[in-house]
Nanobody, 126 residues
């Protein structure tokens, strides 16, 4: 059974920072492309960032480039999303996902991932 558990969400003011964590089952962690996604009320889920198995290859949505950083710690079976310069439009439920195909064209597509966490809420006030 693959399990993903996000943590680190919360409420911050615009310009603030948060770091999200996603812990995964050790048996699958090194085998998958993993990603962060978000979904705001009334909107579709969208890709934020993805990280390939080795950790050095990452991909970001244009709207977070330069502000968010995705990393992974294989020893802890965890990936992270460091979010800086947060804006009210970043308010959403943030989800961790695993088992992406690695297809560069689809790496930020929710449909490309098999396993999902329950999400952690991020709220940014102006």
């Amino acid at each position: 059974q693959v399990q993903l558990m996000e943590s680190g969400g919360g409420s911050v003011q615009a310009g603030g920072s948060l770091t999200l964590s996603c812990a995964s089952s050790g048996s699958i962690y090194r085998s998958y492309v993993m990603g962060w996604f978000r979904q705001a009320p009334g909107k579709e889920r969208e890709g934020v960032a993805a990280i390939y198995t080795g950790g050095s290859n990452t991909h970001y949505a244009d709207f977070v480039k330069g502000r968010f950083t995705i990393t992974r710690d294989n020893a802890k079976n965890t990936i992270y999303l460091r979010m800086d310069s947060l804006q009210p439009e970043d308010t959403a439920m943030y989800y961790c996902a695993a088992d992406g195909s690695g297809d560069y064209q689809r790496v930020l597509s929710p449909s490309d991932y098999r396993y999902w966490g329950q999400g952690t809420q991020v709220t940014v006030s102006s």
